[in-house]
């Protein structure tokens, strides 16, 4: 059978476990960015040209984790790319690789969007 929405969310929830626990062993400490958007929310945000109307948000596949390195918050994408590429490894999508570059999005792709 297979793999339904549901399941899929549940699955990235863990994959968002294991990431979390990879900041630690990659020497950062972390906090939790925004995990679900509404849709209300993603066209707010999408009109004044954050994000994307379709986010991965709005379907529980998307997480935004804040990362610090000797409690100096990190802000540039550059700074998110080798959690990004251990992310990618995993069979995640990194928002560093997008157009509008978001480093510290991570989300798992769901019919095609990131
Ligand atoms: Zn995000």
């Known amino acids: 059978m297979p793999e339904s929405l ?3 969310q549940s699955r990235f929830a863990l994959m ?3 990431l979390l626990t990879e900041t630690d062993n990659m020497g950062y400490s972390a906090t939790l960015g925004e995990a679900y958007r ?3 929310e993603a066209k707010r945000l999408a009109a004044s040209g954050k994000g994307i109307v379709e986010s991965l948000h709005c379907i529980r ?3 935004d984790v804040n990362l610090f ?3 100096v918050y990190l802000t540039k994408t550059e700074d998110y790319k080798p959690l990004g590429e251990w992310w990618e490894s995993q069979g995640g999508s990194w928002g560093g690789r997008f157009t509008r570059a978001d480093g510290n999005h991570f989300s798992l792709a ?3 969007r990131k």
Do not use: D, I, N, Y
Request: aromatic share 0%; net charge positive.
């Open 69 to 71: 390195k000797q409690g």
């Open 16 to 18: 968002v476990a294991l």
């Open 61 to 63: 596949l998307a997480v």
């Open 6 to 8: 549901r399941q899929k």
């Open 38 to 40: 509404s849709p209300e």
């Open 110 to 112: 769901h019919e095609g």
